[in-house]
């Protein structure tokens, strides 16, 4: 039923573009739309490119850009001058030009992304804003691209085949792009960025690979734009354009490419209905002389909808015309239904996910330990010479008083923290100093304090997203639906699945994860951890939160999970009935330092523990673990 509600949603976009394409060029082949009304249509084409190339970095990243218009000017200038120099068929030149100016623009983006990415917030927005502006200037001072004065005589190129049918690419690319693994690791860096490295995602890479692409879009639309004005000047790229092409995405919905391409049309469209607007009020109010009134409506648009509809037209949603249109299509659906009924039907080839070989023969090792680990933050010594094995298959208690650094522990662990002394053992190897993405792939897991999900995806969705490290499929591939994309994709499609029916929760699978009620948020959270299928699972509170029934539930799932999965588990709890009902051994930790170890009931009878954690509640404690 989902594939075939899928096919159905293709079928009716593919007949709306061929429609919207052979009813425009009709028109224009006819010379029912003039010159001016054909510039308006390239115009809008190209702001789409813009819109929907800044949407990637600025709403599915979730970085504030705001020097877009500077990867315009090098595509615009790359590909003018190339056409201008180049003396054969202009059949040939026109998309080399647009191709190198695209490739430049990226190259552009890659210097820039590699500094500027290491930022956030403010910060990356004013560097991108100073980097637009010193291409702009870099441009102005250049002879080859006309200093000053810009470049004329630009062959007008731009046809209506090329730019809409480069828009569509686009538009389709970014789609495809954002539905398939490369997608959903880059809206899980703007949803939770500290989560998406504990699934094994680098975030670096790939919010370079988002700024570089986005670079190449612009670019391609700054050499349509060229071969349609026939002048450009560097002016024309200043930093009102980037805000220009910014406004389209916050109004359209940050994160929603059907958002971002509506308000383009519109904002695009909005300047020629104001210029007659504008002779209107100077007619009527001849003591008031407006001369540019976009600005002021492009304001006052922006405060009404950041009051009444703070996440844009769409938000991170997307207009369905299956939805909106199924009554005007429901024959072409029909069609289309017979036909896939009498189609023959084959068994789809299933690459199910990588399953990671782990380099550790010796099971008498640890799987986990750290060796005399500490860290310091100035001159507070937040840990020192903790010492912790934990075997393979063994659940493994860490507990401790509030601030005791329990959590500053797994941070370590995980590589959130670099250790200012010590060592940490994984699986027979040191990984101090690796990235949290990297431990991740090579055999730890972890869940968080405060939960953590990517709350815009779907339960799902957020556990494809774990399967980053295990799948292999290209972002190329992932944008042209290539066989491999295919079969890796629906592979994880069932592990995710079988996932989910672990903890009974596949009746769930395609809500959205800020729906379900806190007891099942935690669950999908360890569940999103298992999908990278570790070695060891690292558990920072798991039942904080929880009610008796949902605790209990939760200690059957803790031991279903050791059983099934062959996973090293060491947990952070302050629910001792659930650590001594489940726990083989515990670590006590107080001020940073290992004060006991030993099983339940030993660490239940050491009077150290008594006085530095357990405190008067220490006998109710002792009576409940022996009656678990």
Known sequence: MKMNKRFKACLLNLIAIVAVYFTFSLLINSGTLTR???????????????????????????????????????????????????????????????????????????????????????????????????IRVIIINLPITGATKGLSGIAKLTSFNYVYIIMVLIIASLFTLGRSRHGRAIISIRENDIAAESTGIPIFKYKLFAFTLAAFFAGVAGGLYAHQQGTINAATFDYNKSIDYLVMVVLGG?????????????????????????????????????????????????????????????????????????????????????????????????????????????????????????????????????????MDNEIVGLIGPNGAGKTTIFNMLTGVYKPT????????????????????????????????LFKSMTVIENIKVAFQTRMHYTPMEGIIRAPRYSREERGIDIRARELLSVFGMEDVADTPADSLPYGQQRKLEICRALASNPKVLLLDE????????????????????????????????????????????????????????????????NQEVVAAYLGTAAEESKEESATC
């Not at 062959?566 to 083989?584: R, T, Y």
Request: glycine share 8%.
């Open 36 to 134: 001016y009304h054909r510039n308006i249509i390239f115009t809008i084409c190209i702001n789409i490119i813009m819109a929907v190339s800044l949407n990637l970095t600025t709403g599915m990243l979730g970085e504030l850009a705001l020097g877009h218009a500077g990867f315009m000017a090098v595509g615009a200038f790359t590909s003018a001058i190339i056409t201008k120099a180049w003396g054969i068929s202009t059949v040939i030149s026109f998309p080399v030009a647009l191709i190198a100016g695209g490739l430049l623009a990226a190259f552009f983006g890659l210097v820039i992304g590699i500094p500027a990415l290491r930022l956030k917030g403010d910060y990356l927005a004013i560097i991108t804003l100073g980097f637009g502006e010193i």
């Open 421 to 452: 002394s010590g060592d940490i053992v994984l699986l027979g190897k040191s990984i101090v100093g690796s990235p949290t993405y990297h431990i991740t792939a090579n055999g730890i897991a972890r869940t968080f304090q405060n939960i953590r």
């Open 254 to 390: 940050m994160g929603s490419i059907t958002g971002s391409i509506i308000s383009a049309v519109v904002l695009s469209m909005l300047p020629e209905y104001l210029r007659d607007l504008t002779a209107l009020i100077n007619d009527l109010l001849p003591a008031i002389k407006i001369t540019d009134p976009r600005m002021l409506i492009y304001s006052l648009m922006l405060v009404l909808m950041m009051i009444f509809r703070p996440k844009g037209l769409l938000g991170t949603a997307e207009f369905s015309l299956l939805n909106l249109w199924d009554f005007i299509v429901r024959h072409v659906k029909r069609f289309a239904s017979l036909i896939t009924r009498h189609l023959p039907e084959r068994k789809k080839a299933i690459t199910m996910p990588e399953v990671p070989k782990y380099d550790y023969a010796n099971l008498d090792l640890p799987v986990l330990e750290t060796k005399q680990l500490g860290i310091r933050f100035g001159g507070l010594q937040a840990a020192k010479d903790v010492n912790i094995k934990l």
């Open 542 to 605: 798991p039942a904080a939160g929880m009610n008796p029934k949902e605790t209990e539930e939760l200690m059957n799932t803790i031991k279903i999970i050791r059983n099934r999965f062959s996973v090293a588990i060491l947990l952070i709890e302050h629910d001792m009935k659930l650590v001594m009902g489940i726990c083989e051994r515990i670590y006590v930790l107080n001020y940073g330092n290992i004060i006991a170890e030993g099983t339940p009931d030993e660490i239940a009878h």
